[in-house]
């Protein structure tokens, strides 16, 4: 059916993106580091003490200049590099309230004047602060990606969808039609529960953090907004890149 060929998790919840070459998977959670901070604006009270909606953080689809950040994570130092075309590097340890307010202050500038200011950073506190309810990967379809990108007339990069698996050797949205049933990614199964309805995130270049792809137009032509789907994982196991796909 295919095979995965790229992992990546996002330890900073529309702050930046790093790729690996395996991840543990553990039965009912989010994958181990994706989104397992997040950066609550002025108007929210979100601590991370509990799951809440994407709208009390600051995000891509309110500030795109954030597309363009990549993140890497040395978590036996637990420390976090950050790099951006626009500012220099930063490094932080995510836990230290003075390394959390050098961050806020490094990302201000991308935060737009008329939107929510960033005002903490906060660790969540049992699971990642995924968009859905329910501890979920994101697994991504590179067949769908390329018509998505033909139909656009533009060569776009596949991560502007930040999700966490991309698959190649499917046929273009074969992904849907995995809603409701399980497929195993190596020796892990996934139960497929939904599609992921898509926002203006996905406009801008993660390059260059500027709008420039009308990717929920384009989407908008074959009846909806959707792209990748979100996952449950009902069994625990290590991944790999290579690690085949099937039907359970």
Known sequence: MGKLVEIWRHPIKSH????LESIEVKEGHTLPGDRAYAVAHDQSDADGSTWVPCQNFSRGSKAPGLMAINLTWNEAQNTMTLTHPKLPDLTINPDDPEDQKRFLAWEAPLIP????????LVRAASRGMTDTDYP???IGNLSS?????????QDISHLRW?????????????EFEWIGKDIMIGDVTFEVRERVVRCLATTANPKTGLRDAD???TLDTWGHRDFTVAAYPKTSGLLRIGDPIRLA
């Open 162 to 174: 930040r999700c966490n698996f991309w698959l190649d050797g499917l046929g273009p949205w074969e």
């Open 215 to 217: 990717t929920l137009g």
């Open 145 to 153: 990606h390329r018509a998505v990108a033909q139909k656009l007339g």
């Open 136 to 138: 979920s990967v994101t």
């Open 113 to 120: 004047d008329n939107r929510a200011q960033s005002a903490r």
């Open 16 to 19: 930046g993106r790093e790729t």
